[in-house]
Every structure is written in C-alpha cells, then in structure tokens.
C-alpha cells in the first residue's frame, strides 16, 4: 500500500501564491507517473500538473505558465508551485501516483481564491 500526505492548500487572493508538498511512502524514482489532480465541486477530476515515467511533464494549459511541478526524490516528495491564481483554480487539489499498475491518491487539500 502507497499513502500520500499532502499539505500547502488554504486561502489567497486573486494573484497570490501557494505551494502544494505531496510525501509519497515509497521511492518516487520508479514508478509510473506521479502529480497532482483538483476537482471543484459538481465538476469532474482534471489534471493539473503530472511527471511521467518517459520523463515528461505535463501541464493543463489552464496553468501553462502559472503552476510548476518539482521533486524531491531524497524526500520522496512532488511540489507544485502555484503562481498568478486565479478564482477558476479554486478546488480540492488531490496528489496522485501510478506504480505496479495501481493508482493511488492522496486525500486531498482544499485550495481556495478570493474573487
């Protein structure tokens, strides 16, 4: 079993800034993929910002040039970096991991922008 602790989310302006931090319990140097989902209420889960196994990273073009995704790998932890935020970026932001073909989530952290 894979947990997933995830922490940074709260309240900002239209324009401010957070970090999201996601600690993996397990090595993050061999799995699948791994980053970081959100889903606002009544809407579906998107993705935000994702590192796969082929070494790329990719990003919802909602966030292009706002959000960036770092590692940690000693830490075994991912980051993302929200920039620029805007009222549309309000949402449950859930960390998630793909390894051995399962696909795990964290338990979610709620970020909230002020309009």
């Known amino acids: 079993q894979v947990q997933l602790v995830e922490s940074g989310g709260g309240l900002v302006q239209t324009g401010g800034s957070l970090r999201l931090s996601c600690a993996a319990s397990?090595?993050?140097?061999?799995?699948?993929?791994m980053g970081w989902y959100r889903q606002a209420p009544g809407k579906q889960r998107e993705l935000v910002a994702r590192f796969t196994s082929g070494g790329t990273t990719n990003y919802a073009d909602s966030v292009k040039g706002r959000f960036t995704l770092s590692r940690d790998n000693a830490e075994n932890t991912v980051y993302l970096q929200m920039n620029s935020l805007k009222a549309e970026d309000t949402a449950v932001y859930y960390c998630n991991l793909i390894v051995a073909y399962h696909n795990y989530w964290g338990q979610g952290t709620q970020v909230t922008v002020s309009s």
């Open positions: 397990v090595s993050i140097t061999s799995i699948n993929a």
